[in-house]
């Protein structure tokens, strides 16, 4: 079972980032996957979230960001456009599994993390 991120990276205040997550050894449509983020000095906090069929996300990234997946890649997305200076942070995907009856909001509800993608924005 493993999460890999890429795609993190420099980008200006305005541009925009897509970050993935490659899933391998999940049983398929058996989990949850959360988007967290974790600037220095801060707690990680989670910015989205799919699962059964829907996602959500956290209202600092309400309409900038947007979660997907591809089921033939085992791999999920996070789009982000309109990227500001307070996006910086190492961009973690985690996986909940089996698939939660509710969106895991929270750090220890996921069972499985990947290594981190460090997304800076510049002013």
């Known amino acids: 079972l493993q999460l890999v ?22 049983t398929k449509d058996d989990y949850a996957i959360g988007w967290f983020r974790q600037a220095p000095g801060k707690a990680r906090e989670r910015v989205a979230c799919w699962g059964q069929g829907s996602s959500t996300y956290a209202d600092s990234v309400k309409d900038r960001f947007t979660i997907s997946r591809d089921n033939a890649k085992n791999t999920v997305y996070l789009q982000m456009n309109s990227l500001k200076p307070e996006d910086t942070a190492v961009y973690y995907c985690a996986v909940d599994t089996p698939m939660p009856r509710f969106f895991p909001t929270s750090v220890k509800e996921y069972d499985y993390w990947g290594q981190g993608t460090q997304v800076t924005v510049s002013s």
């Open 5 to 26: 991120e890429s795609g993190g990276g420099l980008v200006q205040s305005g541009g925009s980032l897509r970050v993935s997550c490659e899933a391998s050894g999940f």
